[in-house]
T-cell receptor, first 114, second 115 residues
Framework: DSGVTQTPKHLITATGQRVTLRCSPR?????VYWYQQSLDQGLQFLIQ???????AKGNILERFSAQQFPDLHSELNLSSLELGDSALYFC?????????????FGPGTRLTVT | AQSVTQLGSHVSVSEGALVLLRCNYS??????LFWYVQYPNQGLQLLLK??????LVKGINGFEAEFKKSETSFHLTKPSAHMSDAAEYFC?????????????FGTGTRLKVLA
């Protein structure tokens, strides 16, 4: 158990809908990272937050947004969903935003868009 | 730009045999390198990391990796494979600066251990 929690574990929704994925980092971790894992794209970095502020953006679509709240939990919002958004979404956390600190991954949320 | 290349998307070894998973990086500066393992239906777990302190890095579950600058490689090895090692393994390099760090992952290598 990494200490990172993600809810829900599974999500099935229809095209055009909007969903929110939630992540709680390990106790004491200030950085939260979101990743998308799909068969065709592999593991892709989406976005990073550090202590409530956006720090880095990766291959995140404009239909996706995220935020980190004062209690440090984070939410990833996916809107106007398409079939291609079906994937595993991972959240990871780390102590700081230093490159030498490893990231701890949550169990993921499996999103299926039908 | 920093990136990693994992050679072989699937590797099969017999139980008790040497495990060798290959990772090459491209970087203009000494990188931070990581190996992660993903068991079925689970998130990624850190196996080991290289942060320039020592070229031979020992990780969990008997795995180790050697940083070779001349070959720009960071291959993962384990002397004797166990059935429980069957999983997908990802090499990653940390990219960025001034607080904007992010991982660049390789495409992964799925390890199969044969009885």
């Amino acid at each position: 158990d990494s200490g990172v929690t993600q809810t829900p574990k599974h999500l099935i929704t229809a095209t055009g809908q909007r969903v929110t994925l939630r992540c709680s980092p390990r106790s004491g971790d200030l950085s939260v990272y979101w990743y998308q894992q799909s068969l065709d794209q592999g593991l892709q970095f989406l976005i990073q937050y550090y202590n409530g502020e956006e720090r880095a953006k990766g291959n995140i679509l404009e239909r996706f947004s995220a935020q980190q709240f004062p209690d440090l939990h984070s939410e990833l919002n996916l809107s106007s969903l398409e079939l291609g958004d079906s994937a595993l979404y991972f959240c990871a956390s780390s102590v700081t935003d230093s490159s030498s600190y490893e990231q701890y991954f949550g169990p993921g949320t499996r999103l299926t868009v039908t | 730009a920093q990136s990693v290349t994992q050679l072989g998307s699937h590797v099969s070894v017999s139980e008790g045999a040497l495990v060798l998973l290959r990772c090459n990086y491209s970087s203009s500066v000494p990188p931070y390198l990581f190996w992660y393992v993903q068991y079925p239906n689970q998130g990624l777990q850190l196996l080991l990391k290289y942060t320039s302190a020592a070229t031979l890095v020992k990780g969990i579950n008997g795995f180790e990796a050697e940083f070779k600058k001349s070959e720009t490689s960071f291959h993962l090895t384990k002397p004797s494979a166990h059935m429980s090692d069957a999983a997908e393994y990802f090499c990653a390099v940390m990219r960025g600066g001034s607080g904007t760090y992010k991982y660049i992952f390789g495409t992964g290598t799925r390890l199969k251990v044969l009885a």
